[in-house]
């Protein structure tokens, strides 16, 4: 009996110690000097005329692959004060993160990374990259093709401030024409509106895409900024860039599995 149980004892120190082999080769595997990768938390930052529930398809697919992620809620007032808030939400977390922006989302990640070391890329999907002293309502008209401006429904607010807003009837056709109109109708009802200032306040000095690496996924059909004026924003950032034609504003809705894989590219390409 007794010899029975050492027989059994020794058994089972050899399969604990081939586990504890297994697990430090794989460790030492996953990451020089034998402790894993920290993959850095995806924060994304949807703009004006949508919400957060936009990002549903695509914080799944980067869930599914491991990386940490994170939905901001834009207030959509201001540049400046929206970027506050983005900041303070970078602030709380630990370790790097890859910046997300969606449209106007673009012009909230320019400011609120600015000077953040944990920031290892910043990601434009259909964003505005503003240089100093622009614009998002600069960037729009800078080339043709923008159906903006007619598509607006304007509501006056206490204190003189303007909502604006995509008119439900031509959400479909000139904000998500790519989207299947059922879900387009869902996301013109959820949409959040964004103030007139905020389209109309200058982008702060020093945009962080003057020194962070930068990507820019470019819509090829967008009829809110023009795809030159994303090509023109794009080039001027010497941003990574890949074209989805056809795409439409929400391109992060119509094509979730490659704005995915685009935001997984960013992250490995400036791991650290």
């Known amino acids: 009996m007794l010899a029975g149980r050492k027989t059994a ?35 994304l930052v949807h703009g004006a005329f949508a919400d ?25 007032r201001g540049v400046a004060s929206d970027a506050a808030q983005v900041r303070a939400l970078l602030d709380s977390i630990d370790g790097p993160i890859v910046l997300v922006g969606h449209s106007y989302g673009g012009n909230v990640i320019s400011e609120a990374a600015t000077g953040d070391t944990d920031v290892t890329a910043l990601v434009y ?28 429904k304007a509501v006056p607010l206490p204190g003189g401030q303007t909502d604006l807003s995509i008119d439900p009837s031509v959400f479909h056709k000139r904000f998500a024409a790519d989207v299947p109109a059922k879900d387009a109708a869902l996301y013109a009802i959820a949409q959040r509106p964004v103030t007139q200032a905020a389209l109309n306040e200058p982008a702060a000095a020093d945009p962080a895409w003057h020194t962070i690496p930068t990507y820019d996924l470019i819509s090829g059909s967008d009829k809110i900024i023009p795809p030159a004026a994303q090509r023109f924003m794009a080039a001027r950032a010497h941003a990574t860039t890949t074209v989805i034609n056809g795409a439409s504003h929400l391109v992060f809705v119509s094509h979730p599995a490659a704005t995915a894989s685009f935001i997984e590219k960013a992250a490995r390409e400036t791991a650290r």
């Open 9 to 43: 004892l020794t058994a089972a120190a050899v399969v604990a110690a081939t586990a504890l082999s297994v697990f430090a080769v794989t460790a030492a595997d996953a990451h020089p000097g034998g402790h894993s990768a920290k993959k850095p938390t995806i924060v």
């Open 52 to 76: 957060s529930s936009g990002f549903n398809a695509v914080s799944q697919r980067l869930a599914a692959d491991g990386y940490p992620v994170v939905a901001a809620a834009n207030p959509l």
């Open 125 to 152: 999907l259909a964003g505005y990259l503003p240089e100093t002293g622009e614009t998002a309502a600069d960037l729009t008209g800078k080339f043709p093709g923008s159906t903006v401006s007619e598509s607006l």
